[in-house]
């Protein structure tokens, strides 16, 4: 029904067209008129595709530059919402679904934190109910949590640490201890150690997932890069470690992706 529906849209835009042409308007107006048209007519043709397709295309759009202006801050907000519709559907892939949520969530939240966490901690149970507790799909819900949950408490709590364990849990068993998602994992439970002031504990998990990173991606990717920064920020703090700091410095720089877009592991 959908594409007998597009393919009635898309005769009528031409003979729409047509018409406008026959009866002899003026080049201007003729113009503006199929520049509408066309537009229209592409705008149809992008909406066309399974809910899958269209799900993913919405989330693989190009984002802004880093500092986007406030037209184009706008344009994201919209755009993530749009993106967030439509991979809503229980037909879509739980990633998928889940990487929208986040998205939304992320953006939300500035303006309703509550509602944010909400809309993390419904989506979290359902996908835990469908595809189980140790579904990779959980990992950037459970992050977007946590993050939230300390900062609305003003530091780690015992729901935090619970959500860190969790995250390395599921990123162990479904990637592995020699991982992207793992090192990443490390430096989320090493971060909220960290925050509580407990430095060796924090120091040796950031070396865990310097470890892990580099076993998955070296010489060069982003999450060795940050790695190697987080773990060079604890360090630097005693004047003592300046040089070891100053060398993870250089490893860092080292381990930057010539290609900056390139795709390694979620």
Same mark, same amino acid.
Request: with cysteine; charged share 25%; net charge positive.
């Given at each position: 029904?959908?594409?007998?529906?597009?393919?009635?849209?898309?005769?009528?835009?031409?003979?729409?067209?047509?018409?406008?042409?026959?009866?002899?308007?003026?080049?201007?107006?003729?113009?503006?008129?199929?520049?509408?048209?066309?537009?229209?007519?592409?705008?149809?043709?992008?909406?066309?595709?399974?809910?899958?397709?269209?799900?993913?295309?919405?989330?693989?759009?190009?984002?802004?530059?880093?500092?986007?202006?406030?037209?184009?801050?706008?344009?994201?907000?919209?755009?993530?919402?749009?993106?967030?519709?439509?991979?809503?559907?229980?037909?879509?892939?739980?990633?998928?679904?889940?990487?929208?949520?986040?998205?939304?969530?992320?953006?939300?939240?500035?303006?309703? #934190?509550?509602? +944010? /966490? &909400?809309?993390?901690?419904?989506?979290?149970?359902?996908?835990?109910?469908? *595809?189980? !507790? =140790? %579904?990779?799909?959980?990992?950037?819900?459970?992050?977007?949590?946590?993050?939230?949950?300390?900062?609305?408490?003003?530091?780690?709590?015992?729901?935090?640490?619970?959500?860190?364990?969790?995250?390395?849990?599921?990123?162990?068993?479904?990637?592995?201890?020699?991982?992207?998602?793992?090192?990443?994992?490390?430096?989320?439970?090493?971060?909220?150690?960290?925050?509580?002031?407990?430095?060796?504990?924090?120091?040796?998990?950031?070396?865990?997932?310097?470890?892990?990173?580099?076993?998955?991606?070296?010489?060069?990717?982003?999450?060795?890069?940050?790695?190697?920064?987080?773990?060079?920020?604890?360090?630097?703090?005693?004047? #003592?470690?300046? +040089? /070891? &700091?100053?060398?993870?410095?250089?490893?860092?720089?080292?381990?930057?992706? *010539?290609? !900056? =877009? %390139?795709?390694?592991?979620?």
């Amino acid at each position: 029904m959908a594409v007998r529906r597009l393919r009635i849209q898309r005769r009528s835009l031409r003979q729409l067209k047509r018409l406008a042409t026959s009866k002899g308007k003026a080049m201007k107006q003729t113009t503006i008129f199929t520049a509408i048209c066309l537009t229209t007519l592409l705008a149809l043709t992008a909406n066309a595709g399974t809910p899958e397709d269209r799900c993913r295309k919405a989330l693989h759009r190009e984002t802004p530059s880093p500092y986007p202006t406030p037209a184009e801050w706008e344009a994201e907000k919209a755009a993530t919402k749009n993106a967030y519709m439509l991979c809503r559907s229980e037909s879509i892939p739980a990633d998928l679904r889940a990487m929208s949520v986040h998205k939304w969530a992320s953006i939300l939240s500035q303006r309703d #934190a509550a509602a +944010a /966490e &909400a809309l993390y901690r419904q989506t979290i149970r359902k996908i835990e109910k469908d *595809d189980g !507790p =140790n %579904s990779p799909a959980l990992l950037p819900l459970l992050n977007g949590l946590m993050d939230m949950v300390v900062h609305a408490s003003g530091g780690p709590t015992g729901e935090t640490f619970k959500i860190a364990h969790d995250i390395r849990r599921i990123a162990e068993s479904a990637y592995g201890s020699e991982s992207e998602p793992f090192a990443k994992a490390l430096l989320a439970l090493g971060w909220l150690h960290e925050l509580n002031g407990n430095r060796a504990t924090a120091e040796a998990l950031y070396r865990e997932a310097v470890a892990a990173a580099a076993a998955a991606c070296a010489p060069k990717c982003g999450t060795l890069v940050a790695a190697y920064s987080i773990l060079r920020d604890l360090i630097k703090a005693d004047p #003592a470690r300046s +040089a /070891e &700091a100053d060398d993870l410095d250089f490893r860092a720089v080292e381990a930057i992706p *010539d290609d !900056p =877009n %390139s795709q390694h592991q979620p």
